[in-house]
């Protein structure tokens, strides 16, 4: 089964639109994390960013407090999210690049120009008992890199095939990225997740690739339930990954 992880910092986003410098305000991630686990959802990502530009310190501890089904903290391999991580106790770390200009990530982790950084911050967040998974693009030295740093997972970076979409030949040619890097992770021993601009359109097209674990989507759910609520956004959601063959 293909499981979904929704990701509820753009729940956030929203809320700082209006409500920055208070210590209150809507929407509220935590009813998000609520919603989202009604309605099925197998995990809960959000992501602390060091600029705290949507979720807040206060809300990363709220979501571990109330997350029922697993939490999958995003964060910058900094010395101080490796703190917050390893006190937060959260059931999978997924770390990514941070670069302040950017509006949402926007590539893949550099694993092979940091491996010796990434190796130190897996080892003590695997001794903190977190599952470490690392986003990448699909590419073969970073997959290799990333074995090398010994995090049991990698997710894949899908934004490239997100921005093909309209263009036939570039998207099949992302997705057949997408498809080896995903054999190339299962040969190394990774399990191997994927998200990013994953929407109710191109979704489907990620059948393609094997060996998928999890998705993780956020902006497009967020995005659906203002017109249909976050239940019904998740719903359809795990409605259209129904029927994925891990190969
Ligand atoms: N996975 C990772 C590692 C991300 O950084 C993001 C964006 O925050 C997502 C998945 C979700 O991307 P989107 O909001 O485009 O669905």
Redesign the pocket.
Known sequence: MLRL?V?I??VATLRQARYRGFDRGEPCPVDAVRQAEDAGAHGI?A?LREDRRHILDRDIWAIRDTVQTRLNF?MANTPEMIDIATRLKPEAV?L?PENRAEV??EGGLDVVGQVDAITEGAATLGQAGVEVSL?IDPDAQQIEATARTGSPFI?L???AY?EAYGDEARQAAELERLARAAEQAKSLGLSV???????YENTRGIFLVPHLNEL???????SRAITVGLGQAVREMLELMEGYKAG
């Open positions: 992880g990701n910092d753009h990502t992501h995003e997924c990514v949402t990530t986003f997710e970076h899908t934004g997100a997740n994927a998200g990013h601009g994953l929407n993780n989507i956020g902006h497009s759910i967020v």
